[in-house]
């Protein structure tokens, strides 16, 4: 009995190992990768715009009657002197349809596909490839809007030479309207300090995994390469991401990019966007993980590790907690170091919270407010992503193969925040209006300086408030809020007020208060744990140093591949098996009517042989192609 106990014994410390150790790991790490990115990249003057290409904005739209006229008046202040706007119905059943016709009708750039078959999103996307004339995509949803100077600083990363040539994709940097609700602040908090650092410190290691679906540029010509996006999988721009970056085109990250949307603000539409991110997730690993029969695709074997173990920490954590709360109901207190590592891991997040608020203010000047909700993220946030995580997990393995489109739901598009809908959202919308003035007078007034050889990044600082919606919240849901935001930061700093003070009193030889939870082998604890913290951040500041500079002097001076040349309608006929006239109907009609899906469920498009890409004396820069031809001929 004693064996087995000593067995369990020890698989729950290395349990506990992981479970608190990983976080802190990749926390740490991404709040280095970041600032060194801020650094090294971010601080520096943007790429100047040499050349404007004309660029298609594909808008996807299914039920977005509340917000879509709004996200079109938004797109044609864009500040770019050549594009258009491709507006996709995917077969929805409110007034979509009948707004999205009469803003085309309005405007000479704008063009409207009406499929009255609901397909998915990325259908429509398919679609709006075929029928659009620029070689750049701009992909935005129906609920969102870019700012005037989006384009400015995306395109220069694609025509600029010595940096563009094999850009497939960038991505920019998405900020939250929508900010009445405590989890809209909290997903305010969320989108600053994880999926702003991980896109930066994947930039550092050299590979964006997941562009932001709602605002992301790509190159057509990347697109055909690596297949299109994924019909059959839930998150089309996480799948894309991976097969850009496995048929080896870079993926850049833009944060001076901004684009305003909305978020959940309830805890069901919370629950099933995070369901769905999860399953399309799973679903890309599930299919991708035949990159390690590949040696070459080597680099993408640490990101997919990573996320494998992001999953099993999920199942660990909450394995280990169960396990906790079996010790508190039974009056063991080996729990109370669970507790005390919790608060130490809690203090972490928020330097994490912190580090990426100040990264991110000055592109959200009123953001270090809400600094304060983002307690909540260690406390509460964790037990819904790890809830959501297993209940995608049964989901994911039932992917689908190809036969079946993942059409899209509905989403919770946070425009309630009240339990008088009706009233609130007269509300809400009335503000968004004084909103909408507030920016055209603003606009109206602003110098037209912008991104320019000889000009930096100072010239497109502009007030961001008018894109913020802030609705009246129910008073006893504020105090509900206050309160308990109020608790979580008095858990947050007694722990961090008694360590200072036990380490104070350590030092000056004086006796201090001790309880079971605050005592001093928890303070020796902590102390042990400071310096193996201290170790970790040391090895993770030479890792990716070295890392860079390793890339830099390996690949920094080699000379560029040539850029490719445009996708013709001739390629674009082959490719998705159609006439030559019906691609150039598509491209010149302003209103295409679709009673049905011209794209086949089971279509697989035509391999295009695309003409060769210059080469170098180095085979880094060879062409996929070339390699695969020259192994065969082996």
């Not at 063991?332 to 891991?345: N, R």
């Not at 303070?523 to 070295?546: H, M, N």
Request: proline content about 3%; hydrophobic content about 45%.
């Amino acid at each position: 009995m004693d064996f087995i106990f000593n067995i369990v014994f020890n698989n729950l410390k290395i349990i506990e190992y992981i479970v608190f150790w990983y976080p802190v790991t990749m926390g740490l790490y991404w709040v280095i990768g970041s600032i060194i990115y801020y650094f090294r990249i971010e601080i520096k003057k943007p790429l100047p715009l040499f050349s404007t290409p004309k660029v298609s904005i594909l808008v996807p739209a299914y039920n977005e009657q509340d917000q879509i006229e709004l996200t079109i008046d938004k797109l044609l202040e864009i500040d770019y002197p050549d594009f258009e706007i491709l507006l996709i119905n995917d077969g929805s059943k409110d007034k979509t349809p009948e707004i999205l016709e009469r803003c085309a009708m309005k405007d000479d750039k704008i063009r409207f596909i009406n499929l009255k078959e609901n397909a998915g999103k990325a259908n429509a996307l398919w679609l709006g490839l075929m029928a659009s004339k620029g070689e750049y995509l701009m992909c935005v949803d129906g609920d969102s809007y870019l700012d005037k100077d989006c384009l400015r600083y995306m395109i220069p990363h694609f025509v600029n030479p010595n940096v563009g040539e094999r850009v497939g994709a960038v991505t920019g940097n998405p900020r939250i309207r929508n900010r009445s609700s405590l989890l809209a602040k909290i997903q305010l908090s969320e989108y600053a300090s994880i999926i702003s650092l991980i896109k930066r410190t994947q930039r550092m290691w050299g590979k964006v995994m997941t562009v932001s679906g709602v605002v992301v540029a790509y190159r057509k010509r990347a697109l055909l390469d690596c297949g299109l996006w994924d019909r059959d999988i839930i998150t089309e721009d996480i799948g894309v991401t991976w097969k850009l970056e496995k048929n080896y085109w870079d993926i850049r990250y833009e944060p001076r990019a901004i684009c305003w949307m909305l978020v959940p603000e309830t805890i069901v539409g919370l629950f099933k966007q995070r369901k769905r991110w999860a399953q399309g997730g799973l679903e890309v690993m599930i299919r991708h993980a035949d990159i390690f029969m590949n040696w070459r695709k080597r680099r993408l074997f640490p990101v997919y590790l990573e996320q494998v173990f992001s999953i099993i920490w999920v199942i660990l954590w909450i394995l280990l907690t169960f396990v906790e709360l079996i010790k508190f109901a039974f009056g063991m207190e080996s729990y109370l170091t669970y507790i005390w590592k919790s608060q130490y891991l809690s203090i972490v997040c928020m330097i994490q919270f912190f580090v990426a608020i100040l990264l991110e203010k000055k592109y959200d000047k009123k953001m270090l407010r809400n600094f304060l909700t983002a307690a909540w993220y260690p406390l509460i946030y964790w037990v819904v992503s790890g809830v959501v995580s297993l209940f995608a997990l049964p989901s994911a393995y039932q992917i689908r193969k190809g036969s079946k489109l993942a059409r899209w739901e509905s989403p919770d598009r946070g425009i309630h925040t009240s339990d008088e809908p009706e009233e609130n959202a007269n509300l809400i919308h009335r503000e968004r209006d004084d909103n909408v003035a507030l920016a055209a007078k603003i606009e109206t007034d602003r110098i037209k300086d912008y991104l320019t050889p000889d000009k930096t990044d100072k010239t497109v600082k502009t007030k961001k408030r008018e894109h913020i919606i802030r609705g009246k919240q129910i008073w006893w849901k504020r105090i509900i809020e206050v309160f308990f935001t109020m608790l979580a930061w008095v858990y947050i700093l007694v722990f961090l007020g008694y360590v200072t003070y036990g380490f104070i009193s350590m030092n000056l030889g004086v006796s201090f208060y001790q309880n079971k939870i605050y005592n001093l082998a928890m303070l020796l604890e902590t102390k042990q744990l400071l310096y193996i913290t201290g170790i970790v951040i040391l090895i993770e500041i030479a890792f990716l140093i070295i890392w860079k500079e390793y890339n830099l002097r390996k690949y920094g001076k080699l000379r560029r591949r040539k850029f490719k040349k445009d996708v013709s309608n001739s390629e674009l006929a082959l490719y998705f098996q159609k006439d030559f006239f019906e691609i150039q109907q598509l491209q010149e009609q302003k209103i295409i009517v679709l009673e049905k899906n011209i794209i086949p469920d089971d279509f697989k498009p035509e391999p295009v042989e695309f003409e060769q890409r210059a080469g170098t004396s180095r085979t880094f820069w060879r062409s996929r192609k070339s390699r695969c031809q020259n192994n065969d001929k082996s």
